[in-house]
Nanobody, 115 residues
Framework: QVQLVESGGGLVQPGGSLRLSCAAP????????MGWYRQVPGKQRELVAA???????TFGDFVKGRFTISRDNAKNTVYLAMNSLKPEDTAVYYC?????????WGRGTQVTVSS
């Protein structure tokens, strides 16, 4: 079982920035493929960004260079730095870990972009 604990969500004005963190306690974090997804009511959960154990990254088309995903294996943590936030980025953001063919999810953190 992999526990994922997200933090860093909140309310931010359009054009602002937030950094989300996801802690994944466990000595084998370095082999996890990690990702961030988001979901709004009535819509499917969508990929925001992912980073593999080898530090390769993937982003959703809507990111367009605004977000950065990174990981610190020494701290068992993955980060999502979000800049130039738009109201349409408002969603619950979920941390995801994939290891040995199994997927795990955090409980989510709310991000609201509004003036």
């Amino acid at each position: 079982q992999v526990q994922l604990v997200e933090s860093g969500g909140g309310l931010v004005q359009p054009g602002g920035s937030l950094r989300l963190s996801c802690a994944a306690p466990g000595s084998i974090f370095r082999i996890y493929n990690m990702g961030w997804y988001r979901q709004v009511p009535g819509k499917q959960r969508e990929l925001v960004a992912a980073i593999t154990s080898g530090f390769s990254t993937t982003f959703g088309d809507f990111v367009k260079g605004r977000f950065t995903i990174s990981r610190d294996n020494a701290k068992n943590t993955v980060y999502l730095a979000m800049n130039s936030l738009k109201p349409e980025d408002t969603a619950v953001y979920y941390c995801n870990a994939v290891v040995t063919g199994s997927a795990y999810w955090g409980r989510g953190t709310q991000v609201t972009v509004s003036s």
